[in-house]
């Protein structure tokens, strides 16, 4: 589909030429600077933990 701008108008039969929006570059994403924001919180268990970090469930070990 092609919106024109409002009030624009095109006489019946007028040629035009449709080009896409340029692709923006991947590092004006803001997800792209989401490493950025990373810190070390020193809890060497957090990524198997996180449900008891965040919300008191209890702790899981290695092995299960």
Excluded: F, R
Aim: proline letters at 16%; glycine letters at 8%; zero cysteines.
């Amino acid at each position: 589909m092609v919106v024109l701008e409002p009030g624009t108008s095109l006489p019946e039969g007028t040629s035009v030429k449709v080009e896409p929006d340029p692709v923006p570059a991947p590092e004006d994403d803001p997800l792209w600077h989401i490493p950025d924001l990373a810190v070390d919180t020193g809890i060497p268990d957090l990524a198997a933990n996180i449900d008891h970090y965040l919300y008191g469930h209890p702790k899981v070990t290695d092995g299960q």
